[in-house]
């Protein structure tokens, strides 16, 4: 870099801006291409041996004699595509004729068409800014490899002791047809999902839209453990059907 720019044309202070364009010109029409080959080809003499190289220079410096076995580097891992599902969402919730809900979603960061309900987010990915006034408080178990787990009933206790104030509810979803759920004053509770309208197996639905009812449900003293909620979501119906949580429920590592 120092032979570099000892070597390029400068341009004087001061010049008018008619003697700039000029001095510019003429740096241009000097240029020769090639030029500055003999300035790169030090920096890249040593393709393939820049690990070599950096040990011994940094070993040198310790005064230590480096290991006889090669530098073996640490590949990266193959990008992941970024998640295109948000982690938040403003949550508006109607009531047909028979007073069942029907969820209604979109991102939390977009401008609401109407007045929402609540805010649901996911712990860990949503931005805090949501998870401060999230009324649903969810968790995917599973997706986070690697990450330090806890016992479900013990998760769904701390996020709620962490997030005090308003009626919240803190809920993991353990697969698209089996949840966990507990509203701050209550119990832990499962939630199995089922189909809705006589079909034969549940609708492809994102279960924590599923939960939004149910904690609404809860909200509103509707949600009995034992009676099945039917809930809409999109053109979709659902049955989620609410019971106590099992000690080897509450135990799930999460």
């Known amino acids: 870099m120092s032979a570099l720019l000892t070597g390029v044309p400068h341009l004087p202070p001061h010049l008018p801006?008619?003697?700039?364009?000029?001095?510019?010109?003429?740096?241009?029409?000097?240029?020769?291409?090639?030029?500055?080959?003999?300035?790169?080809?030090?920096?890249?003499?040593?393709?393939g041996r820049a690990l070599d190289r950096l040990r011994e220079t940094l070993y040198d410096l310790l005064d230590l004699t480096p290991p006889d076995r090669p530098v073996l580097p640490r590949l990266l891992p193959d990008p992941a595509p970024a998640p295109l599902a948000p982690a938040a969402f403003a949550v508006r919730i109607e009531y047909d004729d028979q007073g069942s809900p029907?969820?209604?979603?979109?991102?939390?960061?977009?401008?609401?068409?109407?007045?929402?309900?609540?805010?649901?987010?996911?712990?860990?990915?949503a931005h805090r800014r949501f998870t401060q006034s999230a009324a649903l408080l969810h968790r995917r178990a599973g997706e986070h490899p690697g990450a330090w787990t806890e016992p479900a009933g013990e998760w769904t206790l701390r996020t709620l002791a962490d997030h005090p104030g308003g009626h919240r509810t803190a809920a993991i979803v353990l697969s698209p047809t089996h949840c966990l759920l507990r509203a701050r004053s209550g119990p832990l509770l499962s939630v199995r999902l089922g189909p809705g309208d006589g079909a034969h197996r549940a609708a492809p639905v994102d279960p924590v839209a599923v939960l939004s009812a149910v904690h609404a449900a809860l909200l509103a003293g509707r949600g009995d453990p034992g009676t099945p909620l039917v809930c809409s979501v999109g053109p979709h119906k659902v049955v989620a059907h609410l019971a106590p949580a099992t000690a080897e429920e509450a135990a799930l590592p999460v």
Request: hydrophobic share 40%; net charge positive.
């Open 17 to 47: 801006g008619t003697g700039t364009a000029s001095h510019l010109a003429t740096a241009v029409r000097a240029h020769r291409p090639g030029s500055s080959r003999t300035l790169a080809a030090p920096a890249f003499a040593e393709q």
């Open 102 to 125: 029907q969820v209604l979603r979109h991102p939390a960061h977009l401008v609401p068409p109407a007045p929402a309900h609540h805010l649901s987010a996911e712990v860990g990915t």
